[in-house]
């Protein structure tokens, strides 16, 4: 019960096709959705050096809440991610 105003999402926009409003347009109809659904909290992680991802998610109106630190292993390498948020105001 204390979490059914959020959802978690996670998504991934193919190399080739960024840049071309897709990623715009996705959280466009998710916000949309959200709203039918009457939640009040979007929320995502992106990995800290994914500069294009976070830029595009702070222009959906996503904050940075804080860091997790090492949270993933990749390519031989441990990475930060932010963990982001929306709050849909009424």
């Known amino acids: 019960m204390r979490k ?10 193919r190399e080739g096709q960024r840049g071309k409003g897709i990623g715009t347009q996705l959280f466009k109809t ?6 039918a659904k009457n939640l009040r909290r979007i929320e995502l992680t992106v990995i800290e050096h994914n500069e294009s991802a976070v830029a595009l998610y702070q222009k959906m109106g996503f ?3 804080g860091i997790k630190q090492d949270s993933l ?8 991610e932010y963990y982001m948020a929306r ?3 009424e």
């Open 4 to 13: 059914r105003h959020t959802v978690y999402v996670a998504i991934g926009i």
């Open 30 to 35: 998710l916000e949309l959705w959200a709203r």
């Open 63 to 65: 904050e940075i809440e």
């Open 73 to 80: 292993y990749i390519k031989g390498e441990y990475v930060n």
């Open 87 to 89: 709050i849909l105001s």
